[in-house]
């Protein structure tokens, strides 16, 4: 079984644009969620995803959003990058709850 | 409010000896825990779980202990080998809420 696949694996942007990254969670994985992890803050949840629909959002602002296709991969997307936003992005899937996640090797965004 | 604190950021242990991480939660809704184990530059990977039913799972040399009353649980590894350097973090969750991660406790097994 392939693993959860993020591309790309890194991504320099500069201030005031905005990116896209991408997930394919394991296949018959129907949850993806997404973290973002920093120096000192460990892993901070964006968002959860199951079969389309947003199940649950974290304490991001606005900027941050993310879809789930059909297909059960997921995107998230930054609009208006902040040199803050430089961080490890991590996306997870799982079969349901109580079960463990499966990490991607994450994207890193650099914002310059 | 941390929901799952690691209050170690760093450990350092004789390779052959114990290695103790533990994790504190305040969510008396969490059922459901996890360790995980992170190399720099890669994503987390899984080691071990336990559920609130039990008070003690094992795997290998690792075996997780869940005090609930303490709202406490530890990882336990024996032997520690040099391999195990990473950094570990602790998840908790109940029903479908996500997995809240602590900061995480940075091992290092020397040699």
């Known amino acids: 079984k392939a693993g959860v696949t993020q591309t790309p694996r890194y991504l320099i942007k500069t201030r005031g644009q905005q990116v896209t990254l991408s997930c394919s969670p394991i296949?018959?994985?129907?949850?993806v969620s997404w973290y973002q992890q920093t120096p000192g803050q460990g892993l901070q949840f964006l968002f959860e995803y199951f079969s389309e629909t947003q199940r649950n959002k974290g304490n991001f602002p606005g900027r941050f959003s993310g879809r789930q296709f059909s297909n059960s991969r997921s995107e998230m997307n930054v609009s208006t990058l902040e040199l803050g936003d430089s961080a490890l992005y991590l996306c997870a899937s799982r079969e349901g709850s109580n079960y463990g996640y499966t990490f991607g090797s994450g994207t890193r965004l650099t914002v310059v | 409010d941390q929901q799952v604190k690691q209050n170690s950021p760093s450990l350092s242990v004789q390779e052959g000896r114990i290695s103790i991480l533990n994790c504190d939660y305040t969510n008396s809704m969490f059922d459901y825990f996890l360790w995980y184990k992170k190399y720099p530059a890669e994503g987390p990977t899984f080691l071990i779980s336990?559920?609130?039913?039990?008070d003690k799972n094992e795997d290998g040399r690792f075996t997780v202990f869940l005090n609930k009353s303490a709202k406490h649980l530890s990882l336990h590894i024996v032997p520690s080998q040099p391999g195990d350097s990473a950094v570990y973090f602790c998840?908790?969750?109940?029903?479908?809420?996500?997995?809240?991660f602590g900061k995480g406790t940075r091992l290092s097994v020397i040699a």
């Open positions: 296949s018959g994985h129907r949850s």
């Open positions: 998840a908790a969750s109940g029903g479908d809420t996500p997995l809240v």
């Open positions: 336990i559920s609130s039913i039990k």
